[in-house]
Each structure stands twice: as structure tokens, then as C-alpha cells.
């Protein structure tokens, strides 16, 4: 499976964006997934030297309210970055379609309108199995990969 190997050893990675503030949505659907996606964000904002006070997590039902709650924490308590997580399983979501559409376009609207990094932590899979895999098992943590990419976008930014 093709990855951005830098992606996969975050912590090999320096970033020097500590002082920022980092909103992060968790969706409930699945949430034994979702919350081994936050868990290894969390590793990641750690090892990066962002402060437990400059992490705000909020909960949302499900993806498809992923983008309203990040766009809450923007507004209402002005992150530097948001990491949107949630899993949607397609063997088991008659709605996969529709939901993981409405995610994946409702954070990019955020992305360009407010010039920030909100980024697509959603596992999109075909089975529980894969899901699994990809929150801490052999195809690492997407949770992970999420915080690292919205690290790099503020460091890239602010080059
Ligand atoms: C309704 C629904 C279904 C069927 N499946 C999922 C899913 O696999 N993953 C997920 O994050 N959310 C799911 N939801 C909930 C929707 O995202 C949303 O919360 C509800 O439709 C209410 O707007």
C-alpha cells in the first residue's frame, strides 16, 4: 500500500509549531475506532510539544457533523489547525456515500475559507477489519498521520 513515508515515523519528525492551538473533532460512529484515531493524534501533538491546554477535543454523532464542530472550534475557540477524525464503514453504511461526500467537501470548504488546516482524518473502508488495520494496527494510525499533517501545514505556512 502506497504512504508518504514521513507519515509513518512522526516522531522522527521536528516541528517547530508548538505554540499553537489545535481543535480536534472525534465522530462517535465506531467510536472504539475513532478513539485509537484520537489516541494516536494525541501521540503525535505530544511529541511535538503542543500543550495538553492548547488541545481542545470536542465529540460529534457522526461524520457527517464533522465539519460544523471544526468549524465551532475555529470560531469559538480559535484553533490554528483542526483534525476532523471518524471511520465510516462501507459493508455496514448504507448512507457511506452520502456521509463520506458531505465530510470530505464540508472540510474543504473549511480548509479554504478560513485559510487554516482542517484535516480529513476519516477512515473510508470497506470492513471493521480494515478500520482496525488502520487506528494502530499494520497500516498504522490515520489519526496519527492527521496530526502530522496539519503540523506540517502550519510549519509550511509559516515559512
Ligand atoms: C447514520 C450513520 C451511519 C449509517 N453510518 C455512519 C458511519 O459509519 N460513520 C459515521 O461517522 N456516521 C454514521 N452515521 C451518522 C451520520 O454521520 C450522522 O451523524 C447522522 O446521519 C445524523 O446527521
Known amino acids: 500500500m502506497a504512504s508518504r513515508p514521513s507519515a509513518n515515523k512522526p516522531s522522527a519528525r521536528k516541528f517547530s509549531v508548538s505554540d499553537k492551538k489545535i481543535g480536534i473533532v472525534v465522530a462517535q460512529w465506531h467510536n472504539d475506532i475513532t478513539d485509537a484515531l ?8 505530544k511529541k511535538a510539544g503542543i500543550k495538553t491546554t492548547d488541545i481542545v477535543i470536542m465529540q460529534a454523532p457522526g461524520s457527517f457533523e464533522l465539519p460544523l464542530a471544526a468549524q465551532w472550534l475555529i470560531n469559538d475557540h480559535e484553533a490554528s489547525a483542526v483534525l476532523c477524525l471518524g471511520c465510516i464503514i462501507k459493508g455496514e453504511t448504507p448512507h457511506f456515500d452520502f456521509i463520506s461526500q458531505a465530510a470530505a467537501q464540508g472540510i474543504m470548504n473549511l480548509n479554504l475559507t478560513y485559510n487554516i488546516p482542517v ?5 473510508t473502508t470497506n470492513t471493521l477489519q480494515q478500520a482496525r488495520e488502520r487506528s494502530g494496527g499494520k497500516h498504522g494510525n490515520k489519526g496519527a498521520d492527521a496530526a502530522v499533517a496539519a503540523l506540517e501545514m502550519l510549519e509550511n505556512k509559516k515559512r
Open 38 to 45: 484520537l489516541k494516536g493524534a494525541l501521540d503525535v501533538l
Open 119 to 123: 484535516i480529513f482524518g476519516v477512515l
